[in-house]
């Protein structure tokens, strides 16, 4: 069993930063493809960015492109997501995925490839 908690999330003007963090409890996270994604109200979940086991597969959302940056620490069982230049549309619950397969594939996108999930973070970005 994975568990998973972010922290991070918070109120911030448009064109700031913030640096949401997701840990993991348990063993095997170093083999773990890690993911973001985020839900706004009244939306889909979406996803947002991806890291494989070794950084060497890191995928993102177009939206979010030159904007944010996904890393890790398997030595501390952390992924970090570095927001910056947040804009009123990156307003949204932010969450963090497990998929222990840790296959990188077409479908690393899809949310329903993710088995464990944290409850989120909130952020706002006021325009």
């Known amino acids: 069993q994975v568990q998973l908690t972010e922290s991070g999330g918070g109120v911030v003007q448009a064109g700031g930063s913030l640096k949401l963090s997701c840990a993991a409890s348990g063993h095997g996270f170093g083999g773990y493809f890690m993911a973001w994604f985020r839900q706004a109200p009244g939306k889909e979940r979406e996803f947002v960015a991806a890291?494989?086991?070794?950084?060497?597969?890191?995928q993102y959302a177009d939206s979010v492109k030159g904007r944010f940056t996904i890393s890790r620490y398997n030595a501390e069982n952390t992924v970090w997501l570095q927001m910056n230049s947040l804009k009123p549309e990156d307003t949204a619950v932010y969450f963090c995925?497990?998929?222990?397969?840790?296959?990188?594939?077409?479908?690393?996108?899809?949310?329903?490839?993710?088995?464990?999930w944290g409850p989120g973070t909130r952020v706002t970005v006021s325009s």
């Open positions: 890291i494989n086991w070794n950084a060497k597969n890191i």
């Open positions: 995925a497990a998929d222990t397969t840790s296959t990188v594939s077409d479908y690393n996108h899809l949310a329903g490839e993710y088995e464990y």
